[in-house]
Structures are given as structure tokens and as C-alpha cells.
């Protein structure tokens, strides 16, 4: 199984992106799918998960702002994001579980978002 995200890229600060991963090589549906970020200097931390019944939650630094979407047909999962800020430069990773095996977490490469003027 692999997930592939892709998406990142540099804006400026108030800016959109849209990231989005897929996985392949599995025939599960994954249960819980998520966007992790770690920056540099910095411990990877949550930004937004998604269950398999859409109920979602988010980090308190990027409500409002974000938003995360799946599709389950797919094993896709998507993180818009709006008004970003500076602080907001990190490698952001997904996550889907279950879709290797039940419980089992699996992770994308990462991809690199820069906010800067």
C-alpha cells in the first residue's frame, strides 16, 4: 500500500492550497484518514482528521481556516486550505487507517507547504 499526497507548494500569506492523497495497492476502505504537519525544529502534531462516518476534528490553530474531506470510493482524503499563515510552513503528512490492515496506520511521504512573501 501507498499513499501519495501532493498539493504543497509556495504561497503567500491570506493564500489557498488544496492537498489531496490517494492511496493505492490496498482493496480496504480506510477508516480514520488525517493531514499531520511537522515544521522544522518541531514535533509532528495533529491538523485535521476525518472518520469514516465524516465526522471530523481539527486543531484549534487551523479551525476555520481548514477543512478536510474524503472520498471513501478512492481512499482519498483531501485538506483545503484557506487564509494561510507563515506559521502555518510545515511537510504536511497523510495518515489512513486500516487500509493495509484493520488498525493499522499507514503514512504519505509528506509534502512541503511554504507560506511566505
Known amino acids: 500500500v501507498q499513499l501519495q499526497a501532493s498539493g504543497g507548494g509556495l504561497v503567500q500569506p491570506g493564500g489557498s492550497l488544496r492537498l489531496s492523497c490517494a492511496a493505492s495497492?490496498?482493496?480496504?476502505?480506510?477508516?480514520?484518514m488525517g493531514w499531520y504537519r511537522q515544521a522544522p525544529g518541531k514535533q509532528r502534531e495533529l491538523v485535521a482528521r476525518?472518520?469514516?462516518?465524516?465526522?471530523?476534528n481539527y486543531s484549534d490553530s487551523v479551525k476555520g481556516r481548514f477543512t478536510i474531506s474524503r472520498g471513501n470510493a478512492k481512499n482519498t482524503v483531501w485538506l483545503q486550505m484557506s487564509s494561510l499563515k507563515p506559521e502555518d510552513t510545515a511537510v504536511y503528512y497523510c495518515?489512513?487507517?486500516?487500509?493495509?490492515?484493520?488498525?493499522?496506520?499507514?503514512w504519505g511521504e509528506g509534502t512541503l507547504v511554504t507560506v511566505s512573501s
Open positions: 495518515k489512513m487507517t486500516g487500509v493495509y490492515a484493520p488498525g493499522i496506520d499507514s
Open positions: 495497492g490496498s482493496g480496504r476502505s480506510a477508516n480514520a
Open positions: 476525518i472518520t469514516s462516518s465524516g465526522v471530523t
